[in-house]
């Protein structure tokens, strides 16, 4: 079956700690997201790439780093330098085009301790 | 003003009722719109598209304004099975195009 997964599901980090989230899709998109999902907030865009070995930073990418070294992969890392990270962070693929539907994986939950 | 603007609810509606929800957009470059659906502690998936002419899924039916910058999801004969926060999602053409995703509407039906 195609689609995106996203792991781990949960994860519990450390203060001053760096930490990478997975995302792979076997969908054969060429575009990737990462998105962040607070309480309260709609989900804001922290980094995204339209093709391999590209990626550009969203509207809240202080703190974060991505790669994308492979169109199925699109690894985020919260770094220390992240002051809040807590938070329910989405991975999402689409094709390019001009109505830009989104799929998105299941998420990784995030808690900072 | 907000590029996506919602409200967050929650819409409280007996099963079997017909419900509304409005999202306004401040962009008039804006060019296509959707509806996702959120269940609780899952992840966003696409409800539908939002086309001028209005479209219309099963007891899904979608409208978009372009006048009044305003697209609208109602949902007739309500099932427990559509309690869910829906996301009206808004793209605006680019290089990139921009993607916006509004807080969403807490939907809750009750029996």
């Known amino acids: 079956d195609g689609g995106i997964t996203q792991s781990p599901k949960y994860l519990f980090r450390k203060e001053g700690q760096n930490v990478t989230l997975s995302c792979e899709q076997n969908?054969?998109?060429?575009?990737m997201y990462w998105y962040r999902q607070d309480p309260g907030q709609g989900l804001r865009l922290i980094y995204y790439?339209?093709?391999?070995?590209?990626?550009q930073k969203g509207d809240i990418a202080e703190g974060y780093s991505v790669s994308r070294e492979k169109k199925e992969s699109f690894p985020l890392t919260v770094t220390s330098a992240q002051k809040n990270p807590t938070a329910f962070y989405l991975c999402?693929?689409?094709?390019?085009?001009?109505?830009?539907?989104?799929?998105f994986g299941p998420g990784t939950r995030l808690t900072v301790l | 003003r907000k590029e996506v603007e919602q409200d967050p609810g929650p819409f409280n509606v007996p099963e079997g009722a017909t419900v509304a929800f409005n999202c306004t957009y401040s962009n008039s470059a804006s060019q296509s719109f959707f509806w996702y659906r959120q269940d609780c502690r899952k992840e966003p998936k696409l409800l539908m598209s939002v086309y001028s002419s209005g479209n219309e899924d099963g007891r899904f039916t979608a409208q978009l304004n372009r006048a009044s910058q305003y697209i609208s999801l109602l949902i007739r004969d309500s099932k427990l099975s559509d309690s869910a926060t829906y996301l009206c999602v808004v793209n605006k053409a680019g290089g990139y195009q921009k993607v916006t995703f509004g807080i969403g509407t807490k939907l809750q039906v009750i029996p």
């Open positions: 999402a693929s689409s094709i390019e085009g001009n109505t830009r539907t989104q799929f």
């Open positions: 790439s339209q093709i391999v070995n590209d990626f």
């Open positions: 969908l054969n998109h060429d575009a």
